[in-house]
């Protein structure tokens, strides 16, 4: 009766403009759905050292010459949101997302790569879980896959993601990030470059620079703080207790910034993660890295950052149906709260 | 340490453009969020018949002259995302929202009506678990809310919306839905209203209208259908199991349809509900009602209607970071699955 796996497809809602992802990957058996108890186990799972067999075969490995001593793995994602298309060029995908005219089903084939960062060896779960040298070589691998990507050509962005806990959306508990090559530059950034860019023409300044001034020089929304990056609530923070990470250097680009730099994100990222777990007893959470486009049309002004959710308010119908955001906990005291963790 | 309840703002991402409520009702403190199991209690609650005075005071009930044996009762919002603010007029606060000038905060205060419609006496959980009379009177109290609403000459869009289940964002289990007044249409809507102007100007047709004949052709993504509703799961579902209930008829704003027709849309949608619910095995649930702004300016072209949100997928890294929602359940195939529910 249900239809088999679909290649995935990008469609476009009439009414929104919006892109969704069409990603039939579980054939739709409404079962699946069933709240299932939190995983809670202690592995070994597909991810743990062992079990190298259970996921699709290695793209690399960290170190690269360690064999079966590996400390992170990156492989393709099994049920991929996107995939590598033959026939559909990015080309092809960036002038069906471009074409404004009005149409009532637009959709073309989700072409794109679709990589997961497998974080430890061991059944770790969050970031702060991590040994030294897999957070270290984790964070050398968000670098090392998006410049290898960039190189590809056929991508123009590349989202890196994390998502710790079955409220925020996991399916896996073992600690995992997820690596996406997109052909065309997503909304969500292009927001941030539109407005980023519309702040120099007016100010001749860079919003991000001019937003760190401003917040370091008010102070009531910082959580933390080292010489190479500040944490804070921002202003508009969607979530409670939202917290983004940025580098004090303007740096449009994440995979052109020193390795040195990727590593103390790392470290910087795992101290902040302990402040949010400490203060909410181990939250479900998101993370995402913000970095400019691979075509440099963002060079002169955008700064890659990093965006922490913690998964402890819920986006409801009052969200989904106006677009605003309800955050019940103001910036001012979420970072209050986290200077003190 | 920590500041009191403080006066809800509206405060503006300097870097989407987008608008955020900081409501601060909770004071910040992050025990608060520390998961609890769901409340499947049977009441009584202070929603209940007989706690009436665990509410704030009463705005009107129905049937109007029921005293003690109130069928539906609509009460403020005990903890408003937004509140009527001395001084602030919804000028102000639209003038606010439309500066595109580039600043790096800017905020007003969250002037707004928030109300709660309680839809039953006894202590029912979902719209199917409610009593005809209570079902009827609360989609008559969906219309009256907004004909009032509309009224005060305050407000140029309500947003009527339900949540239902811990996993959708309720805090209280008791069967109810929320009514917020804003003062400028929300972007949301905004976005809707752009697509469909122009649509009408590029093809000289209404967007909803050729949206539902080529939905009733194709008959592939119908899921349901009375003389006057026709239930579909949209081309581009962002959640699996999406569902949207649209009239048959072109009617831009609900407050303006017929007191049948709204009766009608709660039998409707209790029915599309039970089907969800058979499916998905009593899901958590939004839906979220959109209608033309009180100011007319979309009455030649919108379209009310229903949009329900089955959460049994969560929004995770991806979809924060890039916009995009990736949907693993085709909505051709969760269309037949409820077809056949």
Redesign the interface.
Known sequence: ???VQ?QPE???????????????????R?DE???LPSPRSAGPCPFCHGNENATPGEICKYPPDSGEQWKVRVVPNK?P?VVRCDGVSSALVIKTFKNG??Q??TSVLGHGGHEVIIESPQHAISLTDLDDESLRLTFLAYRDRMKTLAAEGAWNYV?I???VG?????SIEHAHS?V?G?PAV????A??LT??R??LK??RRR?FE??LE?ELAQGTRIVAETADFVALC?????F??ETWILPRQTLPRFETSSEALAIALGRFTAAVIGKLER???R?AY?????SAPFDGTADDHYHWHL?I?PR???????????????????????A??LRNA
């Open positions: 009766m249900l239809v679909r990008y469609r476009k809602d009439p009414l929104s403009d919006g892109w969704v992802v069409i990603a039939a990957e579980r054939n739709g409404p759905f069933r709240d049920f949101a005219s009005p009532l089903f989202q993601f994390k998502n079955a409220a925020a959306g996991s997820q996406v997109l997503p909304v969500r950034v927001d941030e407005h980023s519309e702040f007016a100010t919003l001019a937003l401003e921002p202003y508009a923070s969607r409670a207790y203060t909410l007893h939250p998101n993370y995402l890295l913000h965006e959710f402890v308010t819920k986006p409801a119908g009052f969200e989904w149906g106006t677009g605003y955001y309800i955050n019940p906990v103001a910036p001012e005291q979420a209050e709260v």
